[in-house]
Structures are given as C-alpha cells and as structure tokens.
Nanobody, 126 residues
Framework: QAHLTESGGGLVQPGGALRLTCVASGDTMSRWKMGWFRQAPGKEREFVAVISGQGALTYYADSVKGRFTISRDNAKEAVYLQMNSLKPEDTAVYYC???????????????????WGQGTQVTVSS
C-alpha cells in the first residue's frame, strides 16, 4: 500500500512558475513509475507527465512539452513537477500517481496507475 501527498499548488499569474511536489510513503518508491495528471472543472482527468523508476525516462503531454519538467529524488521519496510559462489553460487540480508494473506505452492512461494522491489546486490567472 502506498500513500501519496501533493503540495506546492497555488495562484500564479500567466507566465509564472510553480513547482509541485509529491511525497510517497508505504513502499519503496524507486520501484514505481510516477505520473502527474490534471483535471480542470468539467473536464476529464488528463495525463501530464511520467517518469521511470530511476528517472532515466520521461514522457510529456504535447500541451506541456517544453514548459513542464518532471523529476524525482528517490532518497527523499519525492517526485516533482516544475511548471514554467504557465497559461490560464493549465488551471486544474494536479494529481500524482504511482504505477507498479504497467508497460511504459500505457502510462498516459489513468487506468495504468495503482495509487493516487488527493491533488493540489493550480490556478493561473491575472
């Protein structure tokens, strides 16, 4: 069993930056692939980014590529999402998720993940 807790959300102006943190507990985080998803009001939860267990592989949604960076520190049992050049359309609740054994090609799908955090609100507005 794993427990994930996100933090770092808030209100930021367009063009600004935020860094989200997800801290894991309950198991060995280095075994998991970790993803970030987001859900805007009235929309489906969508994939943002994923990182492999040791951090060697990453993959991003086209909408955030070049602006967001996912990273991890297994010693701290944490995964991060650095968000730069934020846009109003980035406004959403951001969730981190942990996958135990799905294949890499499936990790853009919500159904691939085993554990989820409660989410942190990111609002981009002037």
């Amino acid at each position: 069993q794993a427990h994930l807790t996100e933090s770092g959300g808030g209100l930021v102006q367009p063009g600004g930056a935020l860094r989200l943190t997800c801290v894991a507990s309950g198991d060995t985080m280095s075994r998991w692939k970790m993803g970030w998803f987001r859900q805007a009001p009235g929309k489906e939860r969508e994939f943002v980014a994923v990182i492999s267990g040791q951090g060697a592989l990453t993959y991003y949604a086209d909408s955030v590529k070049g602006r967001f960076t996912i990273s991890r520190d297994n010693a701290k049992e944490a995964v991060y999402l650095q968000m730069n050049s934020l846009k109003p359309e980035d406004t959403a609740v951001y969730y981190c998720a942990a996958d135990i054994n799905s294949v890499w090609s499936q990790l853009h799908l919500r159904s691939a993940y085993d554990y989820w955090g409660q989410g942190t609100q990111v609002t981009v507005s002037s």
